[in-house]
């Protein structure tokens, strides 16, 4: 059964000479398994033209047998078991897209260890133990490819390691969370609570039964662990990323924003400082008219600031079974063609003075300046307003910016929100809690991050 | 002299294991040769690392010895005669940045014939002798790359032939040329007229001594011709373009165009129909709130639109020293790895329903179907628009949306703009003329094209 793909292969694909057959593994049936499936089908003569060579599903492994035959059709092998398809001589190239850290890794490391190459969407698996999958890799000789891993249609892997390699990258900031963006868009436009626009996501379909990945912003610092990686070289470990989700975020946040010219979206940024890189996720006021603001539903937007090449920016679809399996297919082409370089290629960045090898330390959250947003409720109490600026003042606390915004329903909620130039976070932490001291329990009923991304 | 540098870059290199250096040999010490020796100079360690091997500028050929000696430094051999550099067999590649179309042919044929990789910008070279030069280049097993030919800063040649590699590619519309942008975005913003703007980019420098090639389209043709190449596997001849600069723009179109929800720009069209792909490239309105829409200034932005990944956008700096090095060196970095693909892997386009291959024709402008939109002056008499509509109706001119635009200083251009539903150019035309010749001479002031992109 799995040597009969071969004649069939070759007669569709008459234009290519060379017909030594990419023989792939498929480890998981599901949407993005599906979308795999469905394009290497549709589109094998134009994938065999530019691989150089035919690339062919030739077996899955599922839970549901009869499911996953329906998937891959008749040529295709189907076994439940896993690890027969890991380490079966005919598969080349195994596709890990069933998710998860625990089988999938071991799965993943068997991969290796039998001499096949690898393509995995798996961001939580790579983010977590990328250093051991990557080691392990390099160890073999196979490649471990992931492009689908970071916003799926946005080829953002391939760009930043060879379409950019030429430059020191400076900064990506990225709307990498599908989810997290569209339930920000809803309560944007509509002024929907987070847990209305959540309840909508799920019903629509963009959000999981358990949605706290997402909202939590553990996903997308998976993916922004992993563009760091790339960026700087750097190795990052998960645990270090500081993650903030959309959850504790109030509508009227986003209006007073506007007021200001900004739009809140959650970003992820990894940053070049001096000293550390940042590698963080939480959300941050945009300036309106960055690009970053304009992403909006459940698209992904990636703005990369480079050395020689300027800045950059990217958008595209962050999920789904056929973007999903653009991704995987340029990956399997890449291995078809040899082309892929591992993560493993990282070693940590070169300052530019020395020229010398360093590694980077990731800069602790509370370390991080920014300029910030404060919001100020009136509570009903107008005269507060006169007196707030002085407040501020006695605290350390400079105004670069304010406005007063009235509530259209509900006076109490009229606020007065700041802008103050840029500081670290423990330090604004600190003036605000001499603020709290001074001024009896006064305290914004917001504090977010004001990201000040270069417009040019 | 040329040997000395092996020592030097094996120093500050010291964790790249293989030391088998790429040597470079320059063409051209101008713009993008400046920036392409200062980029591998100052992120010499980082490239090393990247491309596996340190790659070093060894020799450059320019007019000015003196000049040229400054750019690239001390270390680099320098000579007048080009023919020396590509013949030299301490040359492993040859970067071709002079221009032109005459010499810098005769020799990129000739680096070839000397088994030399080619490393160009020259969108004019590729777009008018790309077949000639690609199948030399196949028959000699030598890569030719052009990253830096097509919006330099933006990796898309990169994206359209590897990242979307999986893709059927259904169209890239882009805004490619950046001196025309400036050129459109000081009229849209600031009204000026046409030669006002030309003068200010030349003033500022976005425009050359002679910018025809950039305001008559020529130059965006080029790079759409090579996007359609990569994109549909076409070979695309360059004079079967169809090229139609914004000389003739008048900035009320604009303000018209606004009016309906639209932005003029000069965009180049590669899309796939279902006999014949269109390529071509003239003022177009653009829905306002699409991403095209947005890039302002000298910058360029591609929208790519695919069958898998769904809509992408790219946006990056398409003109600059640097920003073209960024492209130049990306692409030395793939030769070093061996990585790089010709276009000439280009094969005609499968169509999908039979698999088989077929070549694609390009479809004549007349027949390109679109809404369009036409501009009628009123010319101070007001009475004829109650009579327009019908006059349209009687010529067979379907009226989609329609409206009025006041001129703020000037009566007589008060004008009544139309959009009609999609039809042919040619189509369009007979309809003109029938209508000219039922009414006195009615002809509309403008007619202009109207690209109605998918937004989601």
């Given at each position: 059964?799995?040597?009969?793909?071969?004649?069939?292969?070759?007669?569709?694909?008459?234009?290519?000479?060379?017909?030594?057959?990419?023989?792939?593994?498929?480890?998981?049936?599901?949407?993005?398994?599906?979308?795999?499936?469905?394009?290497?089908?549709?589109?094998?003569?134009?994938?065999?033209?530019?691989?150089?060579?035919?690339?062919?599903?030739?077996?899955?492994?599922?839970?549901?047998?009869?499911?996953?035959?329906?998937?891959?059709?008749?040529?295709?092998?189907?076994?439940?078991?896993?690890?027969?398809?890991?380490?079966?001589?005919?598969?080349?190239?195994?596709?890990?897209?069933?998710?998860?850290?625990?089988?999938?890794?071991?799965?993943?490391?068997?991969?290796?260890?039998?001499?096949?190459?690898?393509?995995?969407?798996?961001?939580?698996?790579?983010?977590?133990?990328?250093?051991?999958?990557?080691?392990?890799?390099?160890?073999?000789?196979?490649?471990?490819?992931?492009?689908?891993?970071?916003?799926?249609?946005?080829?953002?892997?391939?760009?930043?390691?060879?379409?950019?390699?030429?430059?020191?990258?400076?900064?990506?900031?990225?709307?990498?969370?599908?989810?997290?963006?569209?339930?920000l868009?809803?309560m944007e436009e509509?002024g929907?609570g987070f847990?209305?626009?959540?309840?909508?996501?799920?019903?629509?379909?963009?959000?999981?039964?358990?949605?706290?990945?997402?909202?939590?912003?553990?996903?997308?610092?998976?993916?922004?662990?992993?563009?760091?990686?790339?960026?700087?070289?750097?190795?990052?470990?998960?645990?270090?990323?500081?993650?903030q989700?959309i959850?504790a975020l109030d509508p009227w946040d986003m209006v007073c924003a506007r007021a200001l010219g900004y739009r809140i979206k959650l970003l992820?940024?990894?940053?070049?400082?001096?000293?550390?890189?940042?590698?963080?996720?939480h959300p941050a006021l945009v300036p309106e008219k960055h690009?970053?603001a304009?992403?909006?539903?459940?698209?992904?937007?990636?703005?990369?600031?480079?050395?020689?090449?300027?800045?950059?920016?990217?958008?595209?679809?962050?999920?789904?079974?056929?973007?999903?399996?653009?991704?995987?297919?340029?990956?399997?082409?890449?291995?078809?063609?040899?082309?892929?370089?591992?993560?493993?290629?990282?070693?940590?960045?070169?300052?530019?003075?020395?020229?010398?090898?360093?590694?980077?330390?990731?800069?602790?959250?509370?370390?991080?300046a920014s300029r910030h947003y404060l919001r100020f409720a009136m509570g009903g109490r107008l005269d507060l307003l006169s007196c707030l600026p002085r407040w501020l003042q006695k605290s350390g606390i400079k105004v670069q910016q304010s406005v007063f915004v009235q509530h259209p329903q509900d006076a109490t909620q009229d606020s007065w929100v700041v802008l103050t130039p840029s500081l670290?976070g423990?330090v604004l932490v600190?003036k605000l809690t001499v603020l709290k001291?001074?001024v009896?329990d006064l305290e914004p009923a917001a504090v977010w991050r004001v990201e000040d991304l270069?417009?040019?």
């Amino acid at each position: 059964m799995v040597h009969d793909f071969l004649f069939s292969v070759a007669s569709d694909t008459s234009g290519v000479s060379d017909a030594c057959v990419l023989r792939v593994g498929l480890i998981g049936t599901g949407v993005v398994g599906t979308g795999t499936s469905l394009v290497l089908a549709r589109n094998a003569a134009l994938i065999a033209q530019r691989a150089g060579r035919p690339i062919k599903l030739v077996m899955a492994a599922a839970r549901n047998l009869s499911k996953a035959a329906q998937v891959v059709g008749p040529d295709v092998v189907v076994v439940k078991d896993p690890w027969i398809l890991v380490r079966h001589p005919e598969v080349d190239v195994v596709v890990e897209v069933m998710g998860g850290v625990g089988l999938a890794k071991d799965l993943v490391l068997e991969a290796i260890a039998q001499g096949k190459h690898v393509v995995t969407a798996n961001k939580a698996l790579l983010a977590e133990y990328g250093s051991e999958i990557f080691a392990a890799a390099d160890a073999r000789g196979v490649i471990v490819a992931y492009e689908a891993a970071v916003a799926v249609s946005i080829p953002i892997v391939k760009a930043l390691r060879e379409g950019l390699a030429a430059n020191r990258i400076q900064e990506v900031v990225g709307i990498v969370n599908g989810t997290s963006n569209f339930i920000l868009t809803k309560m944007e436009e509509e002024g929907m609570g987070f847990v209305a626009a959540l309840r909508l996501a799920t019903e629509l379909g963009y959000a999981e039964a358990d949605p706290s990945l997402d909202t939590k912003g553990i996903d997308a610092a998976h993916k922004t662990a992993l563009l760091a990686a790339i960026a700087f070289g750097a190795d990052v470990h998960f645990d270090q990323v500081h993650a903030q989700g959309i959850h504790a975020l109030d509508p009227w946040d986003m209006v007073c924003a506007r007021a200001l010219g900004y739009r809140i979206k959650l970003l992820g940024v990894a940053r070049q400082g001096d000293d550390a890189i940042e590698v963080r996720v939480h959300p941050a006021l945009v300036p309106e008219k960055h690009w970053l603001a304009q992403v909006q539903g459940s698209m992904n937007g990636i703005w990369v600031n480079t050395d020689a090449a300027g800045p950059t920016f990217y958008f595209g679809a962050g999920a789904g079974s056929q973007t999903t399996a653009s991704a995987v297919v340029a990956d399997l082409i890449d291995v078809a063609r040899q082309r892929a370089i591992n993560l493993s290629s990282r070693v940590p960045h070169r300052s530019v003075s020395s020229g010398s090898i360093r590694s980077w330390p990731i800069m602790p959250i509370g370390q991080v300046a920014s300029r910030h947003y404060l919001r100020f409720a009136m509570g009903g109490r107008l005269d507060l307003l006169s007196c707030l600026p002085r407040w501020l003042q006695k605290s350390g606390i400079k105004v670069q910016q304010s406005v007063f915004v009235q509530h259209p329903q509900d006076a109490t909620q009229d606020s007065w929100v700041v802008l103050t130039p840029s500081l670290a976070g423990d330090v604004l932490v600190d003036k605000l809690t001499v603020l709290k001291r001074k001024v009896k329990d006064l305290e914004p009923a917001a504090v977010w991050r004001v990201e000040d991304l270069n417009l040019s």
